[in-house]
């Protein structure tokens, strides 16, 4: 059983589009965070969120919002996108909300922009 | 600034030891991370250090000495399964995860 799912595994998409990236886990851990992991391999966070706080990385740009129907999913909506955004961005779970807590990664999504 | 050095490459041969290092400048310390990821995959779990010294698991072992803002990873009995990138990462006072970009390990016969 995945632990930390995401879909869809590859996403390519025009300029101008608004798409979503939906993330699941099953390991019931109380917070959720994105990344993106640009071609330089970079691991930039974008998003922390648990069901009391969400944490925005100052850098993000507002198109990117994420959304949490549940505390088992954390999903990333991008509006307007750009050919900037091209990069692969993980979805990933930890048990608490510290950031030293291990984080479990989900298997990632490259998402291409044209 | 806020800085995570690692080599960009290191090349091993099956059967040998490997030592990344890592060294670090950050607004505060609470904690460094090391992660493997295989290429096209997700970053896994492999050791955090919050206490200077050495801690082994298994063929795995991470060092860190927090006056010197230096870690490494200790790989033995190399497998070419252990071709990755290995992922330092360390938090800093505002709790904040600073990544590097990580060292790429390529393991020959």
């Known amino acids: 059983d995945t632990a930390v799912s995401q879909t869809p595994k590859y996403l390519v998409t025009q300029m101008g589009n608004d798409k979503s990236i939906k993330c699941e886990q099953n390991l019931g851990h109380d917070t959720m965070y994105w990344y993106k992991q640009d071609s330089k391999k970079f691991l930039k966070i974008m998003f922390s969120y648990n069901n009391k706080e969400l944490i925005i990385n100052e850098t993000v740009p507002n198109r990117f919002s994420p959304k949490s129907p549940d505390k088992a999913h954390l999903n990333l909506h991008i509006n307007s996108l750009e050919l900037g955004d091209s990069a692969v961005y993980f979805c990933?779970?930890?048990?608490?909300?510290?950031?030293?807590?291990?984080?479990?990664f989900g298997p990632g999504t490259r998402l291409t922009v044209l | 600034g806020q800085n995570i050095d690692q080599p960009t490459e290191m090349t091993a041969t099956e059967g040998a030891i490997v030592q990344i290092n890592c060294t670090y400048q950050?607004?505060?310390?609470?904690?460094l991370f090391w992660y493997q990821q295989h290429a096209g995959e997700a970053p896994t779990f492999l050791s955090y250090?919050?206490l200077d010294g050495l801690e082994e698991k298994g063929r795995f072992s991470s060092f860190l000495s927090r006056s010197k803002g230096y870690s490494y990873l200790l790989l033995k009995e190399l497998q070419m399964k252990d071709s990755a990138s290995y992922l330092c990462?360390?938090?800093?006072?505002?709790?904040?995860?600073?990544w590097g970009a990580g060292t790429k390990l390529i393991i020959k016969p």
């Open positions: 250090n919050v």
């Open positions: 990462a360390v938090v800093d006072s505002n709790y904040q995860l600073i």
């Open positions: 990933a779970s930890s048990q608490e909300t510290k950031i030293t807590d291990t984080q479990y």
């Open positions: 950050t607004s505060g310390f609470n904690g």
